[in-house]
């Protein structure tokens, strides 16, 4: 049988690694990873050999609670075994970043999955209030791989003059900035998808961020 299809076949790395399989499916291969890593639940799109999925809240019990409270966070399962398994998440774009002792700040929904080395918390961006809504994100500190998805290919920042990013197209960036919030009062035909009062996130000093092509996946029209 011949197919052009056939030119996506699995691609071989090295034990313990994640390796993207392509730019919209991570492959982890568990030999060498200690056995486990977490993943966010329900993003196994296959599995070869023996895995295991094993549900995981969203991190303990302290964090079950910041979650209740913040709306930040990530349902999770650990995923354990000696098989290759495969990840997704709606087709999104997939970003590999090896973290060496840096910590950075991640929107909870752009996570696919992490090494279970890496240190991770719920906490709220600096500068924000609670009228600000939604301005909890996760850090992530240590060594270890972290996997993050973006809806639309996105583009880094550095951040070496004030920066000012839309709160739903702002995917990480480095935990040693300085946040503010800037909240504008905006017509929904001119800026960003929603109307009425919009929030941007400000960040000053030395690092960079991730910004989404987008402000996110657009909202399923209720029928």
């Known amino acids: ?122 906490k709220r961006v600096e500068g924000a209030s609670m009228l600000s809504g939604g301005l909890f994100n996760t850090t992530f500190s240590g060594h270890g791989v972290l996997a993050i998805t973006t809806y639309g290919t996105p583009v880094v920042l550095n951040v070496d003059v004030p920066t000012f990013v839309d709160m739903q197209s702002a995917v990480m960036w480095s935990s040693g900035l300085q946040s503010t919030i800037r909240k504008t009062a905006k017509l929904g035909a001119v800026v960003g998808r929603g109307s009425g009062e919009a929030y941007q996130l400000g960040l000053t000093g030395t690092g960079f961020v991730v910004v989404q092509a987008s402000e996110g996946h657009p909202p399923i029209p209720s029928s």
């Open 1 to 122: 049988m011949r197919s052009d299809l056939f030119t996506n076949a699995e691609r071989s790395g090295t034990p313990g690694k994640f390796l993207l399989q392509n730019p919209r499916m991570l492959k982890v291969d568990l030999r060498g990873t200690g056995g486990h890593f977490l993943a966010r639940q329900g993003s196994m799109v296959a599995y070869q050999g023996d895995v295991d999925f094993a549900y995981k809240g969203s991190g303990g019990i302290g964090k079950f609670f910041k979650k209740a409270l913040t709306g930040e966070g990530m349902p999770l399962m650990q995923v354990s075994g000696s098989g290759d398994v495969f990840l997704a998440a709606d087709a999104d774009e997939i970003f590999l970043f090896e973290l060496e002792g840096e910590s950075v700040t991640v929107n909870g929904s752009n996570v696919l999955a992490f090494e279970s080395s890496l240190e991770w918390d719920i």
